[in-house]
């Protein structure tokens, strides 16, 4: 890690925060889920259709972002570049309208997306998952993907987590860790204000390290013993092995948020990921004009998506 990892995590944030890319034309696109415990629950996002594409890149949010995330913004443009139609899913309370809060391995929201009756009009299916997002697209990927997903990528994707939270949580990132918190906090405040929720919100606001958060806050929602037991059960890292469609995996070496030692030793174990650790970069922001490798060209995200258009 180095001043240049932190200086492409803040540098494409800070310039998109006070200059918004602008995405492609989009319409809201909503869905209805049932979940064992909260009932009925509504998912939205931003769907952009060219009226001319049979194959649609489905873009899926880290931790505490949302469809509007600039990344995903980023995903779009590069989807529409590529004459390909997108749809930028929040997962359910991303959207902060106070339904419910996700977690790193809850796939349950990626396959009511995939089921929805606007998705059924396309023949292809693309899936591009950003930091957390791109955990629970490989979790997905490990199970019984939809036969229309024909190839995914995951960028600078925290497949270890319980080796991913505890690096965050050291004191010396407390800058990114509270960021990420920050977010989490908003979406946990919006459905306190609708229902009851595990831990009374003024100690869950007082919450400062991603292991407290996942231990009194994920866990009972969500049915786990604790932080250590959602890890084990929602880390990529243990299934990559499983992943039969092409799959592209995205790290950067000085990913001040994904430490690169966290991920590494588990990428050999996965037959068809193609795996590009770049040396430019930091957390999902990067330079224009990086090579990946992978034989395609244009900025890092039109060379992910032609690369998940040439396996199919």
């Known amino acids: 890690m180095s001043l240049r990892g932190h200086f492409w995590t803040l540098a494409p944030f800070l310039r998109h ?12 696109w909503v869905t ?9 629950l509504s998912l939205n996002g931003r769907l952009s259709q060219s009226g001319a594409s049979n194959t649609l890149v489905v873009i899926v949010h880290g931790l505490g972002g949302s469809a509007t995330s600039y990344y995903a913004v980023r995903a779009a443009q590069a989807a529409a570049r590529a004459g390909l139609d997108s749809l930028r899913l929040n997962l359910r309370g991303a959207d902060r309208r106070g339904e419910d809060f996700y977690h790193a391995g809850l796939i349950a929201d990626l396959e009511a997306a995939l089921r929805s009756k606007p998705l059924q009009a396309y023949d292809r299916i693309l899936l591009l998952g950003y930091s957390l997002g791109g955990n629970m697209v490989l979790r997905y990927l490990a199970g019984n993907p939809d036969p229309r997903v024909r190839a995914a990528a995951a960028v600078c994707s925290p497949i270890d987590l319980e080796k991913g939270a505890r ?7 407390a800058f990114y860790r509270l960021h990420m918190l920050r977010g989490l906090k908003e979406i946990y405040q919006k459905v306190a204000a609708r229902r ?11 919450i400062d390290t991603l292991e407290q958060w996942d231990e009194e806050v994920i866990s009972p929602r969500h049915g786990f013993a604790g932080a250590e037991d959602y890890w084990a059960k929602t880390s990529a890292c243990n299934i990559l092995g499983d992943i039969e ?5 995205v790290a950067a070496e000085r990913d001040p948020m994904v430490l690169i030692d966290t991920v590494r030793p588990w990428l050999a174990s996965a037959k068809r990921l193609r795996r590009v650790i770049t040396d430019r970069g930091g ?8 090579d990946l490798g992978i034989g395609t060209s244009g900025t890092v995200d039109d060379q992910i998506i032609r690369w998940m258009l040439a396996p199919t």
């Open 245 to 249: 469609t092409p799959t592209l995996f």
């Open 17 to 28: 925060t006070l200059i918004p890319p602008r995405a492609p034309q989009s319409t809201e």
């Open 283 to 290: 957390h999902v922001g990067f330079p224009q004009q990086v």
């Open 167 to 173: 690096a965050i949580d050291r004191p010396h990132r």
């Open 32 to 40: 209805r889920l049932e979940d064992g415990v909260v009932g009925t």
């Open 196 to 206: 009851g929720v595990p831990l009374p919100i003024d100690k869950a606001m007082r």
